[in-house]
């Protein structure tokens, strides 16, 4: 099991992992996304668990359910309690958002280097960005080829 900064979603059965710097939207970007269909599985940390050949998030229990929006405060949301790791998310600032990027992916995990996930950088606070997630999801595991 690892524990990393970051927030996580299910989308479409897929599970998003938001990483960036404190202050970078991670918990926003979370909300936004789960306002328009998707399921908090944890915000702020997030449990990274191996089972086979697959990664895992999950919520730590004393955070589970909850959810910070700030301006608001401490949400209590229905949570999913783990889901299949697909996608990961790194925040960064908008210029360096890149144009047309090169297919990337990570290994979220430090102990199992062979096991990579696809990885976008976006800006959380763009308003495209919840779709751009539902979009990268779709293009990984559903039906829209993107031309290379």
């Known amino acids: ?7 996580s979603v299910e989308v479409d059965g ?10 970078s939207g991670k918990s926003d970007l979370a909300f936004r996304l789960i306002d328009t269909g998707a399921h908090l599985v944890a915000d702020d940390q997030t449990k990274l668990t191996l089972a086979g050949d697959e990664i895992y ?11 910070e929006v700030r301006g608001i405060g401490i949400l209590h949301l229905d949570e999913v309690p783990e889901a299949r790791l697909g996608l990961v998310i790194d925040l960064v600032e908008r210029d360096a958002v890149p144009r047309l990027p090169e297919a990337e992916s990570c290994a979220p995990m430090e102990n ?4 990579r ?3 976008y950088r ?11 997630v539902r979009l990268a999801v779709k293009v990984h595991y559903g039906d829209i080829i993107v031309e290379t």
């Open 57 to 67: 998030v999950s919520s730590p229990a004393t955070i589970s359910g909850k959810i």
């Open 112 to 115: 199992t280097p062979n096991i």
């Open 14 to 23: 897929v599970g998003v992992l938001i990483r960036g710097p404190v202050g």
């Open 1 to 7: 099991m690892t524990l990393v900064h970051g927030s």
């Open 122 to 132: 976006l800006h959380a606070f763009d308003a495209s960005s919840p779709s751009k």
């Open 117 to 119: 996930v696809p990885l």
